[in-house]
């Protein structure tokens, strides 16, 4: 039998003993579970796995052979039919836990919901093992799921996965706080709150004044003009933060509208100014509650990314976004807009080092506003960008959550479309690689289950990269409308151009055999994705982009006729 051992009674560590067990005895196992005096207690015939901190480690086992941990990675000590697992805090060991039972009782976490065993493993286990993230912050951004459920899946998923991040807009929160909190809790995950919550802060405070005007001011008047406003917003956020323990940063965002050259000058810092006292009230109130600022192109607005002369802050941190990237090219692009997006990022990021503070950047590999419905696999783009992200010593970077748009012209077709499972490959790459792991064997464990046919399934999403990537490129030309929005468009000069470039797709698309899916579309809705098997709702992903393909490249070609 197995014995596991703990040495904390953390809610965290509690929730990863009981994790372990399950999953040791669904695995086929009998486990039982002690507390820290059963170390003392052991016999040799005992197999034994034990839960401690680097802390109590040092203070209990050894001062000398203490493992050297960055982060919220993890060590696996091994000494005789003894397992330590050893973290510097509690989510660690969690981490811990599933790749244990990842790396020897052969469970998979690929999908929502799915936990796989597929196939015992019996690796031998080393004296030392010792996994490290690729990044201090991983995780996802949620603006507007109000979807509970889905949302609570997502959390066990991603920690499974190695995400340690949530982001929830405040109105968000608010509607779903009361059916997550508890998951994120014995999780131990940060939880940041905030996102474009300006207005709907100041409509509380509204109410609550019964001023009708407050809800009225704009980015400028806001953080130029209104310092008794501001302290309105900074004391209802302390307020926020006080009730919810689990808090632990706050990222408030400026309203989505870019700024004006005329309006530009001195902007960026009085809203940098503005999360400085908003962090110092928080540290005022004895709150652990980290305060970031974004600098990010709303509207294509390079007045409210780039740094030009203002000034970095050395008391709270930076969340970069670049809205408008062509995904078919690399952070390294000689693409005009992108050079001066990696220039931007390089000296946002190396005045916030000197200074102290780190700089993360939000990704958007799981937005179908950006990205469409006619949404790209981004299988090497992702690996690609978080190697260059870590090469320019980036703390952490974040995927944004975006569902599809629904659209009166193709209501008929994305009523079914498949949304949640149709980004998830891109965030099952994004979680696994910025967890530290290398692509080759994410790949190979994802595609794995079409078998015989994995090399197919694998190159055609390759290919689909390489053809449907580039239609982010019209983003920026186009804004506010993109490839699939040609009804907002009157007249294109490159509107045959992008007909062309939809007709060379749907090429490609037709020649995908559907037959097997056929019978299976009567079936088939936008949330019952764990219905079917992975290649069957490859093949559903398939059918929609045909589809959807075709109406885009027809409505391109009437453009101007």
Same mark, same amino acid.
């Given at each position: 039998?197995?014995?596991?051992?703990?040495?904390?009674?953390?809610?965290?560590?509690?929730?990863?003993?009981?994790?372990?067990?399950?999953?040791?005895?669904?695995?086929?196992?009998?486990?039982?579970?002690?507390?820290?005096?059963?170390?003392?207690?052991?016999?040799?015939?005992?197999?034994?796995?034990?839960?401690?901190?680097? /802390?109590?480690?040092?203070?209990?086992?050894?001062?000398?052979?203490?493992?050297?941990?960055?982060?919220?990675?993890?060590?696996?000590?091994?000494?005789?039919?003894?397992?330590?697992?050893?973290? *510097?805090?509690?989510?660690?060991?969690?981490?811990?836990?599933?790749?244990?039972?990842?790396?020897?009782?052969?469970?998979?976490?690929?999908?929502?919901?799915?936990?796989?065993?597929?196939?015992?493993?019996?690796?031998?286990?080393?004296?030392?093992?010792?996994?490290?993230?690729?990044?201090?912050?991983?995780g996802n951004i949620l603006e507007t799921i109000n979807d509970p459920?889905?949302?609570?899946?997502?959390?066990?998923?991603?920690?499974?996965?190695?995400?340690?991040?949530?982001?929830?807009?405040?109105?968000?929160?608010?509607?779903?706080?009361?059916?997550?909190?508890?998951?994120?809790?014995?999780?131990?995950?940060?939880?940041?709150?905030?996102?474009?919550?300006?207005?709907?802060?100041?409509?509380?405070?509204?109410?609550?004044?019964?001023?009708?005007?407050?809800?009225?001011?704009?980015?400028?008047?806001?953080?130029?003009? *209104?310092?008794?406003?501001?302290?309105? +917003?900074?004391?209802?956020?302390?307020?926020?933060?006080?009730?919810?323990?689990?808090?632990?940063?706050?990222?408030?965002?400026?309203?989505?509208?870019?700024?004006?050259?005329?309006?530009?000058?001195?902007?960026?810092?009085? %809203?940098?100014?503005?999360?400085?006292?908003?962090?110092?009230?928080?540290?005022?109130?004895?709150?652990? #509650?980290?305060?970031?600022?974004?600098?990010? *192109?709303?509207?294509?607005?390079?007045?409210?990314?780039?740094?030009?002369?203002?000034?970095?802050?050395?008391?709270?941190?930076?969340?970069?976004?670049?809205?408008?990237?062509?995904?078919?090219?690399?952070?390294?692009?000689?693409?005009?807009?992108?050079?001066?997006?990696?220039?931007?990022?390089?000296?946002?990021?190396?005045?916030?080092?000197?200074?102290?503070?780190?700089?993360?950047?939000?990704?958007?590999?799981?937005?179908?506003?950006?990205?469409?419905?006619?949404?790209?696999?981004?299988?090497?783009?992702?690996?690609?960008?978080?190697?260059?992200?870590?090469?320019?010593?980036?703390?952490?970077?974040?995927?944004?959550?975006?569902?599809?748009?629904?659209?009166?012209?193709?209501?008929?077709?994305?009523?079914?479309?498949?949304?949640?499972? /149709?980004?998830?490959?891109?965030?099952?790459?994004?979680?696994?690689?910025?967890?530290?792991?290398?692509?080759?064997?994410?790949?190979?464990?994802?595609?794995?289950?079409?078998?015989?046919?994995?090399?197919?399934?694998?190159?055609?999403?390759?290919?689909?990269?390489?053809?449907?990537?580039?239609?982010?490129?019209?983003?920026?030309?186009?804004?506010?409308?993109?490839? +699939?929005?040609?009804?907002? #468009?009157?007249?294109?000069?490159?509107?045959?151009?992008?007909?062309?470039?939809?007709?060379? +797709?749907?090429? %490609?698309?037709?020649?995908?055999?559907?037959?097997? /899916?056929?019978?299976?579309? #009567?079936?088939?809705?936008?949330?019952? %994705?764990?219905?079917?098997?992975?290649?069957?709702?490859?093949?559903? %992903?398939i059918h929609h982009l045909r589809l959807l393909n075709k109406?885009?490249?027809?409505?391109?070609?009437?453009?101007?006729?």
């Amino acid at each position: 039998m197995l014995k596991i051992i703990y040495c904390q009674s953390h809610e965290t560590i509690l929730f990863a003993v009981e994790e372990l067990k399950r999953l040791v005895e669904k695995a086929g196992y009998e486990s039982s579970i002690h507390d820290k005096t059963y170390l003392s207690e052991a016999n040799e015939a005992d197999i034994r796995i034990i839960l401690i901190t680097t /802390i109590q480690y040092r203070e209990m086992i050894s001062t000398e052979n203490v493992p050297n941990i960055n982060a919220d990675g993890f060590a696996f000590v091994s000494a005789g039919e003894d397992l330590w697992i050893i973290g *510097n805090e509690p989510r660690a060991l969690l981490y811990g836990v599933y790749s244990y039972c990842k790396k020897y009782l052969g469970y998979q976490w690929i999908h929502l919901d799915k936990e796989e065993i597929v196939e015992q493993k019996h690796s031998e286990k080393k004296k030392l093992f010792i996994h490290e993230p690729m990044f201090v912050r991983r995780g996802n951004i949620l603006e507007t799921i109000n979807d509970p459920g889905y949302i609570n899946s997502l959390i066990d998923w991603g920690v499974k996965n190695g995400q340690n991040e949530f982001f929830f807009t405040l109105f968000l929160w608010d509607e779903i706080k009361s059916y997550v909190r508890s998951e994120l809790k014995k999780r131990d995950v940060q939880v940041t709150l905030g996102g474009h919550s300006l207005k709907y802060l100041l409509g509380i405070i509204q109410k609550e004044k019964e001023n009708n005007q407050i809800d009225n001011y704009e980015n400028l008047e806001f953080f130029a003009e *209104n310092v008794e406003l501001q302290d309105e +917003v900074i004391n209802k956020i302390v307020s926020i933060c006080n009730e919810e323990e689990v808090i632990t940063r706050i990222s408030l965002w400026p309203e989505d509208v870019g700024i004006e050259e005329k309006n530009a000058d001195g902007f960026l810092s009085n %809203y940098i100014r503005f999360t400085e006292r908003l962090n110092s009230s928080l540290k005022a109130a004895d709150l652990a #509650v980290e305060v970031e600022y974004i600098v990010y *192109n709303a509207g294509l607005s390079w007045y409210m990314l780039e740094r030009k002369k203002t000034e970095v802050s050395a008391e709270v941190d930076v969340l970069y976004a670049y809205w408008g990237r062509d995904y078919s090219n690399s952070l390294h692009s000689r693409e005009p807009n992108q050079v001066k997006a990696k220039r931007t990022l390089e000296d946002w990021n190396t005045q916030a080092y000197s200074k102290g503070r780190s700089l993360t950047v939000l990704e958007y590999y799981s937005d179908h506003f950006m990205l469409s419905e006619l949404f790209p696999p981004l299988l090497t783009r992702i690996a690609s960008d978080l190697e260059d992200y870590k090469q320019l010593q980036v703390q952490g970077v974040l995927n944004l959550i975006v569902p599809i748009h629904r659209k009166q012209a193709n209501q008929i077709v994305s009523a079914n479309y498949p949304w949640k499972w /149709i980004h998830h490959l891109n965030n099952y790459l994004y979680s696994r690689v910025a967890w530290g792991e290398e692509l080759e064997s994410v790949l190979e464990e994802y595609f794995s289950v079409f078998q015989d046919e994995k090399e197919t399934f694998r190159q055609m999403l390759l290919d689909l990269e390489k053809l449907i990537s580039p239609y982010t490129k019209w983003n920026v030309p186009l804004f506010p409308a993109r490839v +699939v929005d040609p009804e907002k #468009v009157m007249e294109y000069a490159n509107s045959k151009q992008i007909s062309t470039e939809l007709k060379e +797709v749907d090429k %490609y698309l037709s020649t995908i055999e559907l037959s097997e /899916i056929e019978s299976l579309l #009567v079936l088939q809705r936008k949330d019952n %994705y764990n219905s079917f098997s992975l290649k069957e709702m490859t093949l559903f %992903y398939i059918h929609h982009l045909r589809l959807l393909n075709k109406i885009y490249a027809k409505e391109w070609g009437s453009i101007g006729k």
